[in-house]
């Protein structure tokens, strides 16, 4: 027997997506930069970071500041973010562990310094869109979680327990104030 949630595709599901271009959505637009020129021969740096995704271009970004007068470059095999960074679905939550349920899990021990270094992660990356002027669309809107079957509605309350018992500015919502928030 098929899951609850389990879907099967409709036509209109299908004619839907059909002129759908196979790019990553955040990069099929004109005003993406063009790829800089291959690097060919050899450079001497004070730093060289192999990858130009999220990662890379973020220790880049930390060592300019860090120190101006550092010599920084940056190899990328491909494009600039044309891996993971470029096809993500743009949610930038503070949470280090995929979510605090995960983290309950896993990490109990560390999860109050993890929950810590995970905001202060979050403010940093919106503070330095706007220190660099980067047009993101940053929107800190908060997350909601909804049940979408009874059972689950025991777990999010405990959850919301958890997370007030840790200092997460966190709150349980019926299904009216849910309803209300999202209509
Ligand atoms: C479908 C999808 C959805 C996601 N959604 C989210 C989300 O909503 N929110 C979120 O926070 N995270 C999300 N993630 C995860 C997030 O996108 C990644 O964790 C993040 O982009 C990783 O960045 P990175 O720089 O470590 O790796 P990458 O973006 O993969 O960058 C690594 C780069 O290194 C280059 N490279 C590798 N080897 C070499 C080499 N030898 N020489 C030169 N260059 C090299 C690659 O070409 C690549 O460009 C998602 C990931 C995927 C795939």
Redesign the pocket.
Known sequence: MNAPWATTPTDRGVAMVAGAAPESYWLDRPERPAPRARHTGSTAEDLVI?????????AAVHAAEENPDRSIVL???????????????????ASLTHGLSNGLDRYADELPELLRMGTETLDAICATADRYGIDADIERTGELDIANFDWQVDDLRELSDEGRRLSQPMEYLDAHAVASRVT
Do not use: H, K, P, Q
């Open positions: 192999v990858g130009g995704g999220f990662t890379g271009l973020w190899l990328e095999g491909d494009r600039i973010a044309e891996g993971a960074t470029g096809r993500n679905g743009g949610f930038c939550a």
